[in-house]
């Protein structure tokens, strides 16, 4: 079942004036694996008890993750090209975003190792298949 859906069945239930440790229990009847967890009930029915209409969730706030652009993997991939001795710090403050990010992009988007102060794509891949 879809969240809107739960949100749907929730809302009525607090219209027919149910407390949340009942609605709780229905939902552990009907939807025995699927059922939201009690604290989720309870915040949507205070919700829905103080005059919230909308069942969409609130938008999230703080800044988008928009690090992991294609041109900025492009532009990370280029500067370790140019230099394989260069650091987290020194990508980060160039490019002018977070360590962390540039350590993911590294990881997960380049599968880009660190192995003797260098970075090495797949080197230790590599060793294995040597030693193998």
Same mark, same amino acid.
């Given at each position: 079942m879809h969240k %809107?859906? !739960?949100r749907e069945v929730r809302k *009525? *239930?607090? #219209?027919?004036?149910?407390? $949340?440790?009942? %609605?709780h229990s229905k939902f552990i009847k009907f939807y025995v694996n699927s /059922? $939201?967890?009690f604290s989720t009930i309870r915040k949507w029915a205070a919700g829905f008890k103080r005059g919230r209409? /909308?069942?969409?969730?609130? $938008?999230y706030e703080g800044r988008p993750k928009n690090a992991t652009t294609p041109e900025i993997i492009k532009q990370v991939h280029d500067m370790l090209l140019d230099d394989r001795r260069i650091n987290l710090r020194g990508i980060s403050? #160039?490019?002018?975003i977070s360590k962390g990010?540039?350590? !993911? %992009? *590294?990881h997960? &988007?380049?599968? %880009?190792k660190r192995l003797?102060? &260098?970075?090495?794509?797949a080197c230790l891949q590599q060793i294995k298949n040597a030693l193998a």
């Open positions: %809107i859906q !739960y *009525f *239930f607090v #219209t027919e004036g149910l407390a $949340p440790n009942e %609605i /059922s $939201p967890s209409i /909308s069942l969409e969730g609130n $938008p403050e #160039t490019i002018d990010r540039v350590g !993911y %992009i *590294f997960e &988007k380049l599968v %880009i003797c102060a &260098k970075w090495c794509r």
